[in-house]
């Protein structure tokens, strides 16, 4: 079946520092990849998405290339802000089911 | 536009207990999911609905009951409480066509 792995957490980070999280991802046909983000108390808000083989999704200065190659959708910022403290769930979706990663907690320090 | 409410925001039962968790939403989307969020183990997939009166079991069904007989309204039941049901539980709506799943805020269930 359909499954996602993200790299293992917590990730701490400094303010301004360069973010990577990886996602790989295993699937029959064509999915749409996504990710989530969640926010403290909150539910998950869609934070960008692809659709197709080498789309680039962005949103908020978070990018993720989907690389049919190589399976992933690696989520990445230049420079990330104490604001983007959060849990990130890569997902996939084929058919009407949405399959997620275990998500990463990022903790950006001032 | 309210989107996915979900209530009780917590709630607390003692095994054995039932209860059901409601899920609305008022965006007229086809589909409804219920998911399960625990740590380490992202979210899975407990009851979905493609359409009033449709349900199908997910990942992890076992436990737990749903109906379908509105649009608006998909409500998780939990017929017999048990400890390994302390989670956080989200339910989701999407339209036909659309991947973007839209999530209500999640309810935090302990079973004591």
Redesign the interface.
Known sequence: GDSVTQMEGPVTLSEEAFLTINCTYTATGYPSLFWYVQYPGEGLQLLLKATKADDKGSNKGFEATYRKETTSFHLEKGSVQVSDSAVYFCALTSGSRLTFGEGTQLTVNP | NAG?TQTPKFQVLKTGQSMTLQCAQDMNHE?M?W?RQDP??????IH?S?GAGITDQ?EVPNGYNVSRSTTEDFPLRLLSAAPSQTSVY?C?SRQAGD???H????TRLSIL
């Not at chain 2, 999530?103 to 999640?106: C, I, K, R």
Request: no cysteine; hydrophobic share 45%.
């Open positions: 996915v589909y999911s998911y380490g183990m992202g979210l899975r997939l979905y493609v997910g989200f989701a991947a973007i799943q999530f209500g805020d999640g």
